[in-house]
């Protein structure tokens, strides 16, 4: 069992930058991939990064490359996710997920633990 933990979210202009991150406690951190998912108003839930069990690879959907990093340091059993150049259409609550295994994923039925989100609100 592993229990994430989202922190970080909050409003922003767009052009702005936060910073979320996922803090995970219960079983070891590394011994999963994590990934990023959002969920606006009145939308499914989307991927938005994934990482391997190490950090040493990553992916991203293509409304955030470029823009947004995922990286995590399992030595604080954390993950995070650095978001820059913020968008207005970047609104949403934003989950942290860990899938037992090396590799990430994109798709959010693979993954075994979820957090409970935080709000990111990007104004224009």
């Known amino acids: 069992q592993v229990q994430l933990v989202e922190s970080g979210g909050g409003l922003v202009q767009a052009g702005g930058s936060l910073r979320l991150s996922c803090a995970a406690s219960?079983?070891?951190?590394?011994?999963?991939?994590m990934g990023w998912f959002r969920q606006a108003p009145g939308k499914e839930r989307e991927f938005v990064a994934t990482?391997?069990?190490?950090?040493?690879?990553?992916s991203y959907a293509d409304a955030v490359k470029g823009r947004f990093t995922i990286s995590r340091d399992n030595a604080k059993n954390t993950g995070y996710l650095q978001m820059n150049n913020l968008k207005p259409e970047d609104t949403a609550v934003y989950y942290c997920?860990?899938?037992?295994?090396?590799?990430?994923?994109?798709?959010?039925?693979?993954?075994?633990?979820w957090g409970q989100g935080t709000q990111v609100t990007v104004s224009s």
């Open positions: 997920a860990a899938r037992g295994g090396l590799h990430g994923s994109s798709a959010s039925w693979q993954y075994d633990y």
């Open positions: 219960g079983r070891t951190f590394s011994a999963y991939a």
């Open positions: 990482t391997t069990w190490n950090g040493g690879g990553a």
